[in-house]
């Protein structure tokens, strides 16, 4: 069996980072009677998530810091947070660690700036997201503008928009649907300052994908499964292989790969090294 790699997979950046920082603030507070937390599950990689739990980080929610103790380190992920849950952790005493992602603190300042120059502010991204939910606390309401989640274009054609708005995007959102928002918000209001905030990571990922078009019998996207990014590569691989699966880890992989002369593998920006690697052998051990 021959097993392609796409040419750019895994951890991203900011990803890699947040990591590298979880880890690095267990080791250092390992003798510590204080409990240590990532706010929030700090990547969509159950395996990942375990091997920290193993080393005796917790996840705390945003909406119950009660677990936090004075003394307590917090990772803040690549994500982000609201400043206000960021305060509510150091009013704890807590040790907040940021490991906001650049491009995502990039955003936050894009948000607040603007908001306070009187610009209601529409983020193309996934309702529910954390990065979503964190750029929310950074919009302030007090110099008058709106602040609007769009997920979809059916969304965008119903919004009314003031003549002071700013796009900006979730770093992970899918640059096609963001296109056609955008290419909507600027017809109603040709004023409308925008923001091409989408990670390169993401767009990389997805051009790193659609060079295997016809190079393998099917495509294995390697990743979380509620991992936004993770799930766009699906997405994308199925409109180039009629044979295509996600899957966590080598146990998941479907028993008909295993009989594919050629398999391709891609992974999403929360996908560890170390498991890309256990895929890979598996399939080859197998043959």
């Known amino acids: 069996m021959e097993v392609i790699r796409a040419e750019v997979m895994g951890f991203c950046m900011g990803v890699r980072r947040a990591v590298e ?19 929030g599950p700090l990547i969509h990689n159950p395996a990942v998530m375990d091997s920290l739990r193993e080393k005796g980080v917790d996840v705390v929610d945003g909406e119950n810091l009660s677990a936090v103790k004075n003394g ?23 040790l907040v660690v940021d490991a906001t992602c650049p491009r995502v603190r990039q955003s936050q300042k894009r948000v607040m700036d603007w908001s306070r120059l009187g610009y209601s502010v529409v983020v193309a991204g996934d309702k529910n997201h954390g ?15 709106d602040f609007t989640v769009v997920q979809t274009v059916d969304e965008a054609k119903k919004l009314v928009l003031p003549e002071k708005t700013m796009l900006i995007a979730q770093t992970t959102f899918s640059l096609e649907k963001y296109s056609e928002i955008r290419t909507v918000l600027s017809e109603k209001n040709p004023s409308i300052k925008i ?10 990922r997805q051009k790193s994908l659609a060079a295997l078009e ?13 991992s936004a990014n993770t799930r766009r590569l699906l997405e994308s691989a199925e409109k180039i292989c009629p044979r295509t699966a996600l899957i966590e880890g080598p146990e998941e992989i479907p028993e008909d790969f295993f009989a594919m002369e050629k398999v391709a593998l ?7 090294d170390w498991i890309i690697d256990r895929v890979e052998n598996r399939l080859k051990s197998r043959n």
């Open 195 to 204: 923001f091409d905030s989408i990670c390169p990571a993401t767009m990389e």
């Open 21 to 39: 920082t979880a880890e690095k603030v267990a080791s250092e507070h390992r003798e510590s009677p204080c409990p240590i937390f990532t706010l």
């Open 131 to 145: 990065e979503v939910t964190g750029l929310s606390g950074y919009f302030d309401p007090s110099f008058g503008g």
């Open 266 to 272: 891609t992974a999403g920006a929360s996908t560890p």
């Open 214 to 226: 016809g190079k393998s019998d099917g495509i294995l996207v390697v990743g979380g499964k509620n």
């Open 72 to 94: 307590s380190p917090v990772v803040i992920r690549a994500h982000g947070a609201a400043p206000k849950v960021v305060d509510s952790l150091k009013k704890m005493g807590a």
